[in-house]
């Protein structure tokens, strides 16, 4: 089997990056919808089915908090690994979505 060049890894852990910024924000959409449905609902509305769903996507954002986390620090070592490729646009590219992450992750509320 043939190992992926430098550059190739360092645009495979970008997606993984960008894969997991988009998962919070849609589990975060999610978690805001399914809220507002609840406080809307009437007494003869499935309340605790709504109330399920509702902690198994918080579950899911804090989950996704957790590989988002990850996630930066693989790409952090790997871009410390790889100094030979700064200036790159892969390098590029890494840095802007690292800077991304970060920001999402010192945010103090995470749902």
Same mark, same amino acid.
């Given at each position: 089997m043939?190992?992926?060049?430098p550059s190739r890894k360092l645009e495979i852990q970008c997606g993984v990056l960008k894969r997991t910024l988009k998962d919070i924000?849609?589990? #975060?959409?999610?978690?805001?919808?399914?809220k507002e449905q609840? #406080?809307? @609902?009437t007494p003869d509305q499935p309340y605790q089915q709504w109330?399920?769903?509702?902690?198994?996507?918080?579950?899911? &954002?804090s989950d996704s908090y957790r590989r988002l986390s990850e996630a930066v620090d693989s790409l952090q070592k790997l871009q410390t690994q790889?100094?030979?490729?700064?200036?790159?646009k892969e390098w590029e #590219? @890494?840095?802007?979505?690292? #800077?991304? @992450?970060?920001q999402v992750?010192?945010?103090?509320?995470? &749902?």
């Open positions: 043939v190992a992926a060049s924000s849609a589990y #975060q959409k999610e978690f805001t919808e399914m609840i #406080q809307r @609902a109330q399920k769903v509702l902690e198994e996507t918080e579950r899911m &954002v790889m100094e030979n490729l700064r200036g790159t #590219q @890494a840095d802007a979505l690292l #800077q991304e @992450a970060q992750l010192s945010q103090t509320s995470k &749902v």
